[in-house]
């Protein structure tokens, strides 16, 4: 049976470095489901959600921690894997902009106990309208029981000229 697990991964940027931790994953039989990787001047951050044999996860995390001794790296148990009633769907939102919308959009999600994986927000002046035009992405962890329609129609009673595509 697979594991799936959450690996993050902290340090200075070494020429390399990526690269032998996924060579580390595959050697023991693992895969990288998802990583993200984000560069600051010459630090990193890496979150890798990694599946591999139950088995087989407990000597990957010690050999993690064996051949990169100058990295901080922690493990998480994935949330996908305690929560697999959730299922997974995106969105698109537009509309025109104002004052507050990024915050009414994640109170409907938060107040409807919807799982927020990932948010992102852009504002555009559109200089042939004369407006300022809000566009968003959001990948969201929906129960089993509640409905894209039901989501789509509370995102759209936000405002009146909000629209909600479902991707």
Do not use: Y
């Not at 493990?75 to 537009?94: G, K, M, T, W």
């Amino acid at each position: 049976m697979k594991k799936i697990f959450i690996a993050t991964v902290l340090g200075s940027v070494t020429p390399g470095v990526i690269k032998a931790l996924a060579q580390e994953t595959r050697q023991a039989g693992g895969e990288w489901i998802t990583s993200k990787v984000i560069k600051v001047d010459h630090h990193f951050a890496a979150l890798l959600k990694v599946a591999i044999e139950d088995d087989m996860s407990q000597q990957l995390k010690a050999q993690f921690e064996r051949q990169f001794p100058a990295l901080t790296i922690l493990f998480d148990e994935s949330i996908a894997a305690l929560q697999s009633d959730l299922r997974v769907i995106h969105l698109n939102v537009d509309c025109k902009d104002r004052p507050g919308l990024t915050r009414e959009i994640a109170d409907v999600l938060v107040n409807l106990d919807l799982g927020i994986e990932h948010m992102e927000f852009n504002r555009v002046h559109v200089s042939t309208i004369g407006q300022t035009v809000f566009t968003s992405k959001l990948t969201v962890l929906l129960p089993k029981e509640v409905s894209n329609e039901s989501v789509v129609e509370l995102l759209e009673g936000i405002s009146e000229d909000l629209r909600v595509s479902v991707i």
